[in-house]
Nanobody, 111 residues
Framework: VQLVESGGGLVQPGGSLRLSCAAS????????MRWFRQAPGKEREWVAT????????NYAGSVKGRFTISRDNVKSTVYLQMNSLKPEDTAVYYC?????WGQGTQVIVSS
């Protein structure tokens, strides 16, 4: 199993970023996928989930209405569109499938 995140970077408050997670080594269409994040000095927290069955999505309250998780089953990729970013969104963002994790991609929201 390999999960490779990309798309992080430095963005000003109110800006947008789209994270990608390219998956390989397993049958992507069989698995629910999730995004987590870990801010400096804090525990890793769940951000969003997208099911494999029907694409149902769920979000943490802190990102609901600003972030959108999606998946492309042809490309075996899961995305996280992040809009209206806030300084408190600064964290390393991780892609997750069951017990497997990517290496993370850093997002910094700062003016």
């Amino acid at each position: 199993v390999q999960l490779v995140e990309s798309g992080g970077g430095l963005v000003q408050p109110g800006g947008s970023l789209r994270l990608s997670c390219a998956a390989s080594g397993f049958t992507f269409t069989l698995y629910t996928m999730r995004w987590f994040r870990q801010a400096p000095g804090k525990e890793r927290e769940w951000v969003a989930t997208i099911s494999n069955a029907d694409g149902t999505t769920n979000y943490a309250g802190s990102v609901k209405g600003r972030f959108t998780i999606s998946r492309d089953n042809v490309k075996s990729t899961v995305y996280l569109q992040m809009n209206s970013l806030k300084p408190e969104d600064t964290a390393v963002y991780y892609c997750n499938r069951a017990q497997s994790w990517g290496q993370g991609t850093q997002v910094i929201v700062s003016s």
